[in-house]
Every structure is written in structure tokens, then in C-alpha cells.
């Protein structure tokens, strides 16, 4: 099953991806992690990428079609995948089209106030990529991951003052995407109404959804 996931920053993408991908057996696709692994090592492309990064911008849609197409191009992504962070624009979308026939799209419906808090309160492992939250969802030892022992962190794009730009962004650049999916007939919505709902809850909803896809394609 080839999916997306689709939602402004702090919807939960990353949370729920990771929690499906061992349920499912299906790999998980991060352009943001693939965006901070080439700024941490140092390459000159890193080096471009993370002055959009930094300040909550997208990165130009040249350079993460190119990335997400190396990427989709390694056999473990050709039975299914999930892909959290991506498209982010029209032209990314079509560009996606055209790499990889698409099954689903979950579209993440979570209000502002509650990304604001959920993001200011986000602690990310600097090893493993995993998320934790200062109120929701806590290490077991304070700023440090439960999967790898690694260091946890706030990231740069989660500091208060570029949480706004990044939502600005997502909903000039990143909402039409609901439209245009939901005219291919792909976008099923999920809503997330109250900070403290457990992932869990959520995961059990999109995996409902996912069971549905698949019986239909099926029958
Ligand atoms: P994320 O972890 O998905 O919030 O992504 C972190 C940052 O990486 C974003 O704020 C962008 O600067 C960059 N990025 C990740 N995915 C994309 C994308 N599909 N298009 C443009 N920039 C991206």
C-alpha cells in the first residue's frame, strides 16, 4: 500500500507513521529527517537546505523532488510505503505522480491551537529521529530516548517564533493538496480535536481506514 500522509506540522504524520510501519510491515518515508540527516552531514547541499529549514521555509521543490525520487528508487520502497512530509506543493504532487501510483491519502485534520502546543513542546532524538512531547508523550528518563538512549532536542523549526511561519506555509503552499486529492478520489480525513488523545487512538482509526482501502481494492 502506497500512502500519504497528509497534515500542517505537529499534526502527528511522524508519530502515527512511525507506530504503523512495524504494525503494517510498510517503510516509512520521512522529507523532513532526510532534510536534517543531509544538513547534519555537512554537505554543501545541506549546507542550502538548511537555510529554509531553519526558518520554517519549504525547501525549493527541485531539490526535494531529487531527493524523494533517489529515495523511492531503492527496492525497499517498491511493494509500500508511508510518506510523512511529502508532497508539500501542487508541484510536487504531480511530480510524485508520476515517480508512483498512489492508494491513499490520510489527511490529518488537527486545529492550530493545538499544534502550537503540541510543537513548542516536542522533543525530537538527535540519533533515531523519535518523537516525544514535554506534556503528552514523555521519555521514561528526561531528555532521553526511550529506543536508542540518544539525546533529545528542541528542534530549531519548533522555537516558538518559526512555529507561525510554518503554519502560514502549510496553508498556502500545502492545503490545496486536500483538494487535489480529494478530487482523485484518494483523501480520507482524520480529526484529532484534543491534545491529550493517545496515539494510540488515532493509530486505530487510520488503520480502520487503511483495512477499508484494502478490502475495497480487493473485492
Ligand atoms: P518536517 O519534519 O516534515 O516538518 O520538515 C522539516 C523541514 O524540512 C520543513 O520545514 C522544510 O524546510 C523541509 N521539508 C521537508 N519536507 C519538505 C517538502 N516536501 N518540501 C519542502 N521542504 C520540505
Known amino acids: 500500500m502506497k500512502m500519504i500522509f497528509l497534515g500542517?506540522?505537529?499534526?502527528?504524520?511522524?508519530?502515527?507513521?512511525?507506530?504503523?510501519?512495524?504494525?503494517?510491515?510498510?517503510?516509512?518515508?520521512?522529507?523532513?529527517?532526510?532534510?536534517?540527516?543531509?544538513?547534519?552531514?555537512?554537505?554543501?547541499?545541506?549546507?542550502?537546505?538548511?537555510?529554509?529549514?531553519d526558518k520554517g521555509e519549504l525547501v525549493p521543490d527541485e531539490i526535494i523532488i531529487k531527493l524523494l525520487a533517489k529515495t523511492l528508487r531503492k527496492p525497499d520502497?517498491?511493494?509500500?510505503?508511508?510518506?510523512?512530509g511529502f508532497p508539500r506543493?501542487?508541484?510536487?504532487?504531480?511530480?510524485?505522480?508520476?515517480?508512483?501510483?498512489?492508494?491513499l491519502?490520510?489527511?490529518?485534520?488537527?486545529?492550530?491551537e493545538i499544534i502550537i502546543k503540541r510543537l513548542s513542546n516536542r522533543l525530537t532524538c538527535e540519533k533515531c529521529g523519535t518523537i516525544y512531547n514535554k506534556l503528552t508523550?514523555?521519555?521514561k528518563k528526561d531528555n532521553i530516548c526511550d529506543e536508542c538512549g540518544g539525546q533529545l532536542y528542541?528542534?530549531?523549526?519548533?522555537?516558538?517564533?518559526?512555529i507561525q511561519e510554518r503554519?502560514?506555509?502549510?496553508?498556502?503552499k500545502t492545503e490545496p493538496l486536500i483538494e487535489y486529492y480529494r478530487k482523485k478520489d484518494l483523501l480520507k480525513n482524520v480529526h484529532c480535536n484534543d491534545l491529550m488523545t493517545p496515539p494510540e487512538v488515532i493509530v486505530e482509526k487510520i488503520k480502520l481506514m487503511i483495512n477499508s482501502v484494502k478490502n475495497t481494492s480487493r473485492s
Not at 506543493?89 to 492508494?103: F, N, R, V
Open 8 to 53: 500542517p506540522p505537529g499534526a502527528g504524520k511522524g508519530t502515527y507513521a512511525s507506530r504503523l510501519t512495524p504494525i503494517l510491515e510498510t517503510p516509512h518515508i520521512s522529507t523532513g529527517n532526510i532534510v536534517r540527516d543531509e544538513i547534519k552531514a555537512q554537505t554543501e547541499l545541506g549546507k542550502t537546505i538548511r537555510e529554509y529549514s
Open 77 to 84: 520502497y517498491e511493494r509500500g510505503f508511508i510518506l510523512d
Open 89 to 103: 506543493t501542487i508541484k510536487q504532487a504531480e511530480a510524485l505522480d508520476k515517480i508512483s501510483k498512489i492508494d
Open 105 to 112: 491519502v490520510i489527511n490529518l485534520n488537527v486545529p492550530d
Open 137 to 139: 508523550l514523555k521519555p
Open 154 to 162: 528542541q528542534r530549531e523549526d519548533d522555537k516558538p517564533e518559526v
Open 167 to 172: 503554519l502560514n506555509v502549510y496553508k498556502k
